[in-house]
């Protein structure tokens, strides 16, 4: 998989200029997870997050990562950030009766409108392997911290839900790892690209697996991501993933698929 099916304006495009794709992906999450229940939660439970602090989440999708019920996050002032202004759209609907100070904001990460040393945290949830320019990207996330600030960057690792891309794999009878996309910031090669601007970074696991016994939502996560696989797919080849999906919950009761997730913390 070429790392421009994940970073191309068209697929950015594509997959993002509205929440429909990643609100399927996160749904399948959210109800087929064992051991983690839902990520965002975890992802918080690793900021150490105190009141006043200023955060900036570049890249804040559908603005999940900041939807808890009411006290599970203290007040902190947020800065919320994307290119797509549909995604800061439903982020705004979603976030409308937050506690929260919020604000939001179109914007790259590549050129962030903000002066130097603003915020105490920057976050970056799964998105800096759609950055064609990580460099600069990774340089303005270290420029608007303070000195003492946090980066906090998730990502996949390579054997993220290699199991359903096998799945795919023989539905297309095709070798799974020419379809799978090839993270160009991952649980891998991350580290190194991080510590160009920062000094400590280290890697938290997010322990988890998905257990799934709906082939249809199955199929239809396959089917979000079919822009990002890079190629065109023979007509009708959800319909006969789910068909294969089902054949193996109604033999195993479930389909397992393992997760590879987590986070790095970086200061400086």
């Avoid at 790892?177 to 920062?198: D, V």
Wanted: hydrophobic share 35%; with cysteine; proline share 4%.
């Amino acid at each position: 998989m070429k790392d421009s099916a994940l970073t191309s304006t068209g697929a950015l495009r594509n997959q993002y200029g509205q929440s429909e794709n990643l609100d399927i992906r996160i749904e399948l999450h959210k109800r087929f997870t064992v051991g983690e229940t839902d990520f965002g939660k975890w992802v918080r439970s690793q900021m150490n997050l105190v009141p006043g602090m200023k955060i900036l989440e570049a890249g804040c999708g559908e603005g999940g990562l900041w939807r808890a019920q009411p006290g599970e996050i203290p007040p902190v002032e947020l800065e919320l950030t994307d290119l797509s202004e549909g995604m800061l759209n439903t982020a705004r609907e979603r976030l409308s009766n937050s506690p929260l100070k919020i604000r939001f904001q179109k914007a790259d990460v590549c050129g962030l409108p903000f002066e130097s040393g603003s915020f105490d945290m920057a976050i970056a949830n799964h998105m800096l392997y759609h950055v064609p320019d990580r460099a600069r990207a990774i340089s303005e996330l270290r420029r608007v911290l303070k000195e003492d600030g946090t980066l906090i960057c998730s990502t996949a690792g390579r054997d993220n839900m290699r199991e359903l891309w096998a799945l795919i794999g023989e539905c297309l009878e095709t070798d799974p790892e020419e379809l799978q996309p090839r993270l160009s910031f991952e649980r891998e090669n991350g580290a190194g690209q991080l510590m160009a601007c920062f000094s400590r970074v280290e890697w938290v696991e997010c322990p988890a697996h998905l257990e799934v016994d709906r082939a249809d939502m199955l199929a239809r996560y396959a089917g979000s991501m079919q822009s990002m696989i890079g190629r065109n797919l023979p007509e009708g080849w959800q319909n006969r993933l789910e068909r294969m999906a089902q054949e193996r919950i109604d033999r195993d009761g479930s389909i397992w698929i393992s997760k590879s997730a987590g986070l790095f913390q970086c200061r400086p």
